[in-house]
C-alpha cells in the first residue's frame, strides 16, 4: 500500500512532464549558462543571505572574499552539476528513473540538514532571476522552466 501512495505522489508530481521541444529550450537556454558555476552560486547567494548560512564552510563569511576561492568554486560546480544533470535528462520520460534517483538522493541529504522548502523555493526564483537575465528570455522558455521546475520541485518536496 505505501508503494501504491508513493507511485502516485510521484506520478502527480510529475503529471506534465516536458516536450521534446521545452526539454530543448530549457537544454540550450542552460548550456549559455552552466559554465558560470560561480556566478550563478554567487548570485543566489548574494539574493539570499539565508541560504549562504546553511553552509557550515560559508557561514559568517564575507561572500565578496568567498567568490574567489576554490572552496566557493567546487561547491559551485556540485551544484550547477546537479542541475545540469537534470536538465539533461528532461524530455525523456525513459529517464525518469534516473531523475527520481538524483532528486530524491538530493533530498534526503537536505533533508537531513533541516533545510525547508521555502529556501529551496528561493533558490529557485534566484536561478530563474540569473536566466533571466543572462540568457534571451520569452514567454516560451519561461513556461517550459517552469513547467520543467514545477516536476523537479514537486518531486523533491514529496521527499522532505
Known amino acids: 500500500m505505501k508503494f501504491l501512495v508513493l507511485a502516485l505522489c510521484i506520478a502527480a508530481a510529475v503529471a506534465a512532464p516536458l516536450s521534446a521541444d521545452e526539454a530543448s529550450l530549457v537544454r540550450g537556454s542552460w548550456a549559455q549558462v552552466k559554465h558560470s558555476e560561480v556566478d550563478i552560486l554567487y548570485y543566489i547567494f548574494k539574493a539570499n543571505p539565508d541560504i549562504m548560512a546553511k553552509f557550515p564552510q560559508f557561514a559568517g563569511k564575507d561572500l565578496e572574499t568567498l567568490k574567489g576561492t576554490g572552496q566557493f568554486a567546487t561547491h559551485a560546480g556540485r551544484i550547477v552539476g546537479f542541475v545540469s544533470e537534470i536538465v539533461a535528462l528532461m524530455g525523456n520520460s525513459a529517464n525518469m528513473p534516473a531523475m527520481e534517483t538524483l532528486i530524491k538522493d538530493m533530498a ?44 523537479v520541485f514537486n518531486m523533491m518536496f514529496s521527499y522532505l
Open 108 to 151: 534526503a541529504n537536505h533533508k537531513a540538514r533541516g533545510i525547508p522548502k521555502a529556501q529551496f523555493n528561493e533558490f529557485r526564483a534566484s536561478l530563474v532571476s540569473y536566466l533571466q537575465s543572462k540568457v534571451s528570455w520569452n514567454d516560451s522558455l519561461g513556461a517550459a522552466w517552469t513547467q520543467g521546475l514545477d516536476n
